[in-house]
């Protein structure tokens, strides 16, 4: 008796296991912040890889983000040009919420995890390189589209806290396009 229960207890997870959906996506697009020293608001572009798994009839994913995003700004201070680059390598817990059974649907996702940024003043007769570890977090809104059984374009604004990142009020804002694989 206990065979056969371990036999069903084994069947009923494999049968989870495999109605679920995994998700793989790649995307960039444009990045903004205010930087420390610039004061200024500097522009640059952000990559994102994305990994998730969708359980079965479920309105919540599960996934985890690594993303690469550096912005640049130039400044003057005392007469001097100088011009500030930040770097930030978020790594991210992202669960999402998304609004349809459908193929296409509109989605709110979450963002928890730790970031690591680097930032480099270049000036005329300077330079100072600074790096920090700290906090993120963040909210997106997006779509993602269907384009056949297995592949999908997705587009979402994303705006991210990041502590200790040499931003002057910590804010990244993002606005992406993506192209990802169910499998």
Request: charged letters at 15%; glycine letters at 12%; hydrophobic letters at 40%.
């Amino acid at each position: 008796m206990g065979r056969v229960l371990l036999f069903f207890a084994i069947m009923a997870w494999s049968t989870v296991g495999m109605a679920q959906e995994t998700k793989f996506s790649l995307g960039g697009g444009y990045a903004f912040a205010k930087g420390q020293q610039s004061k200024e608001r500097g522009t640059g572009y952000r990559v994102n890889a994305m990994y998730e798994v969708h359980p079965y009839r479920s309105m919540v994913s599960h996934g985890f983000a690594l993303s690469y995003a550096s912005t640049s700004a130039d400044f003057v201070r005392n007469n001097n040009d100088f011009v500030q680059e930040i770097t930030h390598i978020p790594f991210t817990y992202t669960p999402k919420l998304m609004f349809s059974e459908e193929d296409s649907k509109a989605y709110l996702k979450g963002a928890l995890g730790l970031q690591y940024s680097m930032s480099n003043v270049t000036g005329t007769s300077s330079v100072r390189k600074e790096n920090g570890f700290g906090f993120y977090g963040g909210m997106a809104g997006g779509i993602e589209l269907a384009i056949s059984y297995f592949a999908f374009i997705t587009m979402e604004y994303e705006l991210g806290y990041l502590s200790n990142s040499f931003l002057d009020n910590g804010l990244l804002h993002t606005a992406q396009i993506g192209l990802g694989v169910k499998f």
